[in-house]
């Protein structure tokens, strides 16, 4: 549930108990978050977790009901989107179909006043840098996905904003593009220094672009942390099951386990399938069980198993490993602090 | 595609016919030399009513308050139907469908009703018929046309190309002008021009709201009455078909063009 202790510089936003609901619906419920300048932050969470909402109310697209919102230590509540110093790149990318590329990334300069050869100067180095060099004079309609991205992103950037704020930015491009705009945006946020907020569904996305990620659940944050921290020690049963998979143990079964008699969570990669003439490993809780299920999913092997005692464990193990069948006896293995127990409800 | 059997095109030339054939006949007795009635066929062919309608006074007033009013009832309805679009084509708020009704009605209402209670609120309010109340009861029906145009328009538009707007920086007046704007103009454009042509030949609201005052259609109307140099209601008729089939012509292929385009991004 804990960040770390905030830095002593002034958060690059900061949410104190903002609430924002819609009728009856509390899209976001008492929200405090804080985030630092020059890091990459995710905001994960399933549909309706309001974690588009928070983003929303960062640019000011919404208003919260209650609650504060500061942008590098200005309170921004009240304060219209162009009076901001933050930039969005829109889910569906928002370019204006009226206007060419090199006219659609100099729109936010031309609003400002900027005359005609700086913007045109600036918009063609925008583009440059998201390597869309020479796209000027193309219409958005001419442009494919993941270029019609690249432009929405250098149409966010060229007006330096303080934070960057990126709405599923990924989610309508094909596999192999995105994980080359994901290392690209990953470059592109080191290269400048700046804050980048995004928002995501994809736990994968989250976990291996940010910083830290921030899982949200039901208008609340669940828990916010680095990646590892958050995959390996789950705060809540929703974090284990909405980031990757985890076994989920009662007190009495994680006690067996090895672990504290708490709520706790046990990832199945950490499980060690043990050949049957292997010795016991020393230091690891090892329960016989029978294979209920066996799925091969290329890298790994899942194996569900239930014990004696009636535990289902569910085990992901190296494709190389021994092939075992669907009614097996077999030997786990669950290590020394694999089973970590869970703080929080929800 | 495939092709239409014969009966059917036969009949949509039928049809086609039964619709323009009378236009013909209108451009036909422009050019008759008998005056009284309309024989078929004419019995001779002049240019003389062309000369006649050029010097009647009666009629260019018609025709320069006809043009007056169309043109200020348009301009009234491009600014109030773009504003009521704007306020409904999105928005939600209580009594949303009831308003956006309220505003179609005028158009689906026989035009006598329009006429009738505007001439009856008219008269409660002690309003002496004028110029204006011409204008205020033809902005009853032309604020539908370009409300309708606008709204359909309004809703293909992505709304976060209004939030993208802000996002950069843009204040209402400057989103309204760089992107709105452009992305509803031919909308606008096609509204209003049909919005006018509407205005230009209305009879019956007018007949309601006009006092003394002829605009040109009611002109035609007293003038038919009369058996007196026939003809140049013909002349002034295919006048009315030049003023108004072009605007119409021009909004057509304007929106035509604008699905097009609205089209090609996907």
């Not at chain 1, 294979?291 to 009636?310: F, I, L, P, W």
């Not at chain 2, 949509?12 to 007795?29: D, E, K, M, Q, T």
């Not at chain 2, 001439?119 to 029906?141: C, D, K, N, Y």
Request: charged share 20%; net charge neutral; hydrophobic share 50%.
């Amino acid at each position: 549930m804990h960040a770390p202790a905030p830095p002593p510089v002034t958060p690059a936003v900061r949410f104190e108990g903002v609430m924002r609901h819609f009728g009856a619906v509390r899209a976001v419920d008492g929200v405090d978050l804080s985030i630092v300048p020059g890091e990459f932050f995710a905001m994960l969470g399933p549909s309706g977790s309001g974690k588009t909402t928070c983003l929303r109310l960062i640019a000011g697209f919404e208003q919260p009901d209650a609650g504060h919102i500061e942008i590098f230590g200005e309170k921004v509540e009240g304060l219209p989107p162009y009076r901001r110093a933050v930039n969005t790149v829109f889910q569906d990318y928002a370019l204006f179909p009226h206007l060419s590329v090199g006219e659609n990334v100099a729109y936010g300069l031309r609003v400002r006043g900027v005359g005609r050869v700086e913007r045109e100067k600036l918009a063609r180095e925008a583009l440059a840098m998201v390597k869309l060099a020479g796209m000027e004079t193309r219409r958005p309609a001419q442009l494919s996905g993941g270029q019609r991205q690249r432009v929405a992103l250098a149409r966010a950037l060229v007006v330096r904003p303080k934070v960057l704020l990126l709405d599923e930015p990924l989610g309508a491009l094909d596999l192999k593009l995105r994980e080359e705009m994901q290392s690209e945006l990953k470059g592109l946020q080191r290269a400048l220094g700046l804050s980048f907020v995004f928002v995501t569904h994809d736990q994968g996305e989250a976990l291996s672009m940010a910083d830290r990620v921030a899982v949200f659940n039901e208008g609340r944050i669940v828990q916010v942390g680095p990646p590892e921290e958050v995959y390996e020690r789950p705060a809540t049963r929703f974090v284990a099951g909405f980031v990757g998979s985890a076994n989920v143990l009662e007190p009495a079964e994680a006690a067996a386990l090895g672990g504290a008699a708490r709520p706790s969570s046990l990832r199945p990669e950490k499980i060690v399938l043990l050949a049957a003439d292997a010795p016991e490993p020393t230091g690891a809780a090892v329960v016989e069980a029978g294979v209920v299920e066996m799925s091969y999913q290329g890298a790994v092997r899942r194996v569900t198993a239930r014990a004696a005692s009636g535990l289902h464990l569910t085990a992901a193990v190296p494709a190389s490993a021994s092939a075992v069948a669907a009614g097996d006896t077999i030997r786990l293995a669950v290590p020394k602090g694999a089973v970590q127990p869970m703080e929080g409800e929800g | 595609m495939t092709r239409a059997p014969l009966s059917l095109k036969i009949a949509a030339l039928g049809g086609l016919a039964f619709l323009h054939v009378p236009l013909l006949f209108i451009l036909l007795y422009c050019f008759t030399t008998e005056e009284k009635s309309y024989a078929f066929p004419p019995p001779g062919f002049t240019l003389k009513w062309f000369g006649v309608v050029w010097e009647r006074a009666d009629i260019w007033a018609a025709v320069g308050l006809s043009l007056k009013v169309a043109v200020i009832a348009t301009a009234l309805a491009l600014v109030l139907g773009t504003l009521a679009a704007g306020a409904l084509a999105r928005a939600k708020f209580f009594g949303r469908e009831p308003i956006s009704l309220l505003f179609v009605l005028p158009i689906a209402l026989p035009g006598i009703v329009t006429g009738i209670a505007l001439r009856q609120a008219f008269g409660l309010m002690e309003i002496p018929f004028s110029f204006w109340t011409i204008v205020l009861g033809h902005a009853t029906f032309c604020i539908v046309v370009v409300y309708n145009n606008a709204v359909a328009r309004l809703r293909r538009l992505s709304p976060s190309l209004i939030e993208a707007s802000m996002d950069l920086g843009a204040d209402a007046f400057q989103t309204f002008r760089l992107v709105i704007l452009p992305n509803i103009g031919t909308a606008l454009l096609a509204g209003g021009m049909l919005a006018f042509a509407l205005s230009f030949d209305e009879v019956i609201v007018t007949t309601f709201t006009a006092g003394q005052q002829s605009t040109l259609p009611i002109w035609m109307l007293s003038e038919l009455i009369r058996p007196r140099q026939r003809p140049v209601t013909n002349v002034v008729a295919v006048l009315v078909i030049l003023v108004t089939f072009l605007p119409i012509l021009a909004a057509y292929y304007l929106t035509r063009e604008g699905e097009a385009v609205a089209g090609s991004g996907k």
